[in-house]
């Protein structure tokens, strides 16, 4: 699970280039997008109540 952090970038970016295959589960809309770019990779998105500023879902159901 990737969660919405300024260093989580660096990784989304690095697994969407290395064109593996995987499964990334994610409460981070950017995170979602980046990824998702490659069709390689599977993205699950957590649901929760979403945060603007923070670009990502979050509560409970996160």
Do not use: F, W
């Amino acid at each position: 699970m990737i969660t919405v952090r300024r260093r989580a970038d660096h990784l989304a970016q690095a697994i969407a280039a290395a064109g593996v295959e995987a499964t990334v589960i994610t409460n981070g809309l950017e995170i979602a997008e980046e990824v998702g770019a490659s069709s390689a990779v599977r993205v699950i998105l957590c649901p929760g109540a979403y945060s603007a500023h923070e670009k990502g879902g979050y509560g409970q159901d996160t």
